[in-house]
């Protein structure tokens, strides 16, 4: 089992050894409960994150796939400020 506070401030490096950035949030499906996507943290009114589809591994790291795009997805009047 793994506590979602456990993943924040983890780095993200993708298969090819690259650094991706750290996890700044989890981001979660309200509907089903499910992990959807890893926020890497703001872009103006969007937050930039990883897809959780993308995550191979996490461990003392998080391991994505190699060319996972970082999408910017809206940032919603909830979500909490940095």
Same mark, same amino acid.
């Given at each position: 089992?793994?506590? =979602?506070s456990?993943l924040?401030? =983890?780095? /993200?490096?993708?298969?090819? +050894?690259?650094?991706v950035?750290? @996890?700044?949030?989890?981001? =979660?499906?309200d #509907?089903?409960?499910? @992990?959807?996507g890893?926020a =890497? !943290?703001?872009? !103006?009114?969007a /937050?930039?994150s990883?897809?959780? *589809?993308?995550v191979? +591994? &996490?461990?003392? &790291?998080v391991?994505?796939?190699?060319? *996972? +795009? @970082?999408? #910017?997805t809206?940032k *919603?009047?909830?979500s909490? +400020?940095?």
């Amino acid at each position: 089992m793994l506590r =979602l506070s456990k993943l924040q401030g =983890l780095r /993200i490096y993708n298969d090819r +050894a690259k650094y991706v950035g750290s @996890v700044w949030d989890v981001l =979660l499906n309200d #509907e089903e409960g499910r @992990v959807v996507g890893l926020a =890497l !943290g703001k872009k !103006g009114s969007a /937050i930039l994150s990883l897809p959780f *589809s993308q995550v191979l +591994a &996490i461990g003392d &790291i998080v391991l994505a796939r190699s060319g *996972s +795009a @970082v999408k #910017e997805t809206p940032k *919603s009047p909830e979500s909490p +400020a940095p």
